[in-house]
């Protein structure tokens, strides 16, 4: 089975809105920190936001704080991305990322640490 399949991406203007989703199997998402990242052509793989496995504790890249939204919902084994007051800077391909983790474990934005990567979902801000 695909252990994360991220969904809701597609073309938008500025200024608009897009949730993203992400459906995770019950045994990648148990006890797991759940994060996403993007990347677009050319360049690196950047954070975007992380979300610890009980929901209580978020962090996001300064680049969308203030616009961006993680969440998860445990009994749907998925996580989500809402993202409002787009901008064309925001096109890339998200990629939805988990690692499992031990109680107390702190939030990493660090791409290496996770574990478990869906294939991406493509959005595109148009100006």
């Known amino acids: 089975q695909v252990p994360l399949v991220e969904s809701g991406g597609g073309l938008v203007q500025a200024g608009g809105s897009l949730r993203l989703s992400c459906a995770a199997s019950?045994?990648?998402?148990?006890?797991?920190?759940m994060a996403w990242f993007r990347q677009a052509p050319g360049k690196e793989r950047e954070f975007v936001a992380a979300?610890?496995?009980?929901?209580?504790?978020?962090y996001y890249a300064d680049s969308v704080k203030g616009r961006v939204t993680i969440s998860r919902d445990n009994a749907k084994n998925t996580v989500y991305l809402q993202m409002n007051s787009l901008k064309p800077e925001d096109t890339a391909v998200y990629y939805c990322?988990?690692?499992?983790?031990?109680?107390?474990?702190?939030?990493?934005?660090?791409?290496?640490?996770?574990?478990?990567w869906g294939q991406g979902t493509q959005v595109t801000v148009s100006s």
């Open positions: 019950g045994r990648t998402f148990s006890r797991s920190q």
């Open positions: 990322a988990g690692r499992s983790t031990n109680y107390g474990a702190r939030i990493t934005t660090n791409h290496r640490e996770y574990d478990t």
């Open positions: 979300i610890t496995w009980s929901g209580g504790t978020t």
